[in-house]
């Protein structure tokens, strides 16, 4: 799938999602439905996880019998991707787009998200009373710029996450 298809399926749950947000959920089906999205990402991370540890594991079963040397040699290659990944990937990005640290002088995707949300919270019509409509749409908005800034994230790291699989796969070929 392209960046753009990617971008595009994710753009168009952004939307479905500013739909669903416009229905009338009571709290108790809002937090409902928050806990079960919750436990489908939790879910999801867990397969993965567990995805991820079979498949370095077979990737490495390739390269002959436990302990042999270019065994041994695999799986140093799958150690040193999976640092690189993490120091050059996986950590930055968090930084950038999930962190949540006050003072790590980063305000990250998600810091931004919340501020922005909490600033629609504040939209209110002459009256006083709230304007759902503007809430609603400055919601969406921040929704967007969420996504935006989440892909300029994954931007930042594209070229250290390219790297690291060049050299993993370099790493490979001196073990066959």
Same mark, same amino acid.
């Given at each position: ?92 990005? #968090?930084?950038?787009?999930? %962190?949540?640290?006050?003072?790590? @002088? /980063?305000?990250?995707?998600?810091? $931004?998200?919340?501020? =922005? ?27 967007? #710029?969420?996504?935006?800034? %989440?892909?300029?994230?994954?931007? @930042? /790291?594209?070229?250290?996450?390219? $790297?690291?699989?060049? =050299? ?9």
């Amino acid at each position: 799938m392209t960046r753009l298809a990617v971008a595009v399926v994710a753009l168009l749950g952004l939307v479905t999602v500013a739909a669903q947000e416009a229905s009338a959920l009571s709290a108790r089906n809002r937090v409902c439905v928050q806990s079960a999205r919750q436990r489908a990402r939790d879910g999801i991370r867990a397969a993965r996880a567990q995805f991820l540890e079979q498949q370095r594991n077979d990737l490495v079963a390739c390269f002959g019998p436990a302990n042999s040397p270019t065994n041994i040699c695999a799986g140093r290659c799958q150690d040193t991707q999976t640092s690189c990944v993490d120091n050059n990937v996986t950590k930055p990005r #968090a930084l950038c787009d999930t %962190s949540a640290v006050a003072d790590d @002088q /980063v305000t990250s995707c998600t810091e $931004k998200f919340n501020a =922005d949300v909490a600033q629609c919270r504040t939209k209110k019509l002459p009256d006083g009373t709230p304007d759902i409509d503007a809430q609603l749409a400055c919601q969406t908005d921040a929704r967007a #710029a969420r996504f935006v800034c %989440s892909q300029g994230c994954a931007l @930042q /790291v594209q070229d250290d996450l390219d $790297k690291c699989g060049v =050299d993993f796969s370099d790493c490979l070929e001196l073990c066959g």
